[in-house]
């Protein structure tokens, strides 16, 4: 699967052994590591590290020595209100990506 922003391409692989395919890697260099959930996603030569809420919205990431890196803060409908700092990820309410899958292709 890929998706075009801007003229350029970013290209997924997905692991579709699972009921639910959990996203590996994309073509910028990004892997993303899964236990019960995400357990972390490696950017740029760097780990990171998602805290989520309840409902598995990623609402702080840190990194490896623990500091609080990035944050995004939502609405109730999952609007995003706030977000600061490194976000590694394409991810966000409900872990859900926050791409457009209008533009996605396979």
Do not use: C, K
Not at 66 to 84: H, M, S, T, W
């Amino acid at each position: 699967m890929a998706q075009a922003i801007n003229g350029e391409t970013m290209h997924f692989t997905w692991d579709q052994a699972l009921e639910l395919p959990q996203l590996l890697a994309t073509s910028d260099g990004t892997r993303y590591l899964h236990g019960l959930g995400l357990a972390a996603v490696q950017h740029a030569g760097a780990w990171y590290y998602p805290h989520t809420d309840a409902l598995g919205s990623l609402r702080r990431w840190s990194d490896a020595s623990g500091q609080v890196v990035g944050a995004r803060e939502y609405d109730p409908f999952g609007a995003l209100i706030q977000q600061q700092g490194v976000i590694p990820a394409p991810l966000g309410f409900a872990g859900e990506p926050v791409l457009s899958l209008r533009r996605m292709a396979r």
